[in-house]
T-cell receptor, first 110, second 116 residues
């Protein structure tokens, strides 16, 4: 069964605004990863945060991880229309297995 | 970064036929490959994990006789959907890991299967 739950399921914002997506999980993890998927396409790896890390940045992306609450958030700052996509969190447990969350559909309106 | 390809990118077949999907790691040796299925507007569901030279490990509820996986070399894994039916229509995505470092998975572009 899917371990990750994401909210919101859908998010619509204006260009320039920030977008925040949340992910919760249930079991202990090695790391948590965020992926982006454009409609009908493959996945693009965005960022990985290890279980002993609390925050990580990459360009306009900021990821936090709270292992005590078993939750993570992805913040995209200064959003662009090209950021429109589905965003998935995935938790890695043993043997490199990834369990994906349900995803958040982000729409950035120009 | 590491590149994973899939072939074909899309396929349409008649009910009852078998379809083979290839997943290749182009610039690294993949000790482990994963196969996922994604239905429209849903998340990715792991189907099976395959290690080169050994039998695949299937997730609960995935029929191993229907979804045949062969990981014959360190750069190629194949998924064969046998006796496909319309309910098998889905987006199939593979990923590969080299087994080094933090075991990052590199994803292929996916294969859209439509069974008529």
């Amino acid at each position: 069964s899917q371990q990750g739950e994401e909210d919101p399921q859908a998010l619509s914002i204006q260009e320039g605004e920030n977008a925040t997506m949340n992910c919760s999980y249930k079991t202990s993890i090695n790391n948590l990863q965020w992926y982006r998927q454009n409609s009908g396409r493959g996945l693009v790896h965005l960022i990985l945060i290890r279980s002993n890390e609390r925050e990580k940045h990459s360009g306009r992306l900021r990821v936090t991880l709270d292992t005590s609450k078993k939750s993570s958030s992805l913040l995209i700052t200064a959003s662009r229309a090209a950021d429109t996509a589905s965003y998935f969190c995935a938790t890695e447990t043993s043997g490199s297995r990834l369990t994906f969350g349900e995803g958040t559909q982000l729409t950035v309106n120009p | 970064g590491a590149v994973v390809s899939q072939h074909p990118s899309w396929v349409i077949c008649k009910s009852g036929t078998s379809v083979k999907i290839e997943c290749r790691s182009l610039d690294f040796q993949a000790t482990t490959m994963f196969w996922y299925r994604q239905f429209p507007k849903q998340s990715l569901m792991l189907m099976a994990t395959s290690n080169e030279g050994s039998k695949a490990t299937y997730e609960q509820g995935v029929e191993k006789d229907k979804f045949l996986i062969n990981h014959a070399s360190l750069t190629l894994s194949t998924l064969t959907v046998t006796s496909a039916h319309p309910e098998d229509s889905s987006f199939y995505i593979c990923s590969a890991t080299s087994g080094e470092g933090i075991n990052e998975q590199f994803f292929g572009p996916g294969t859209r299967l439509t069974v008529l």
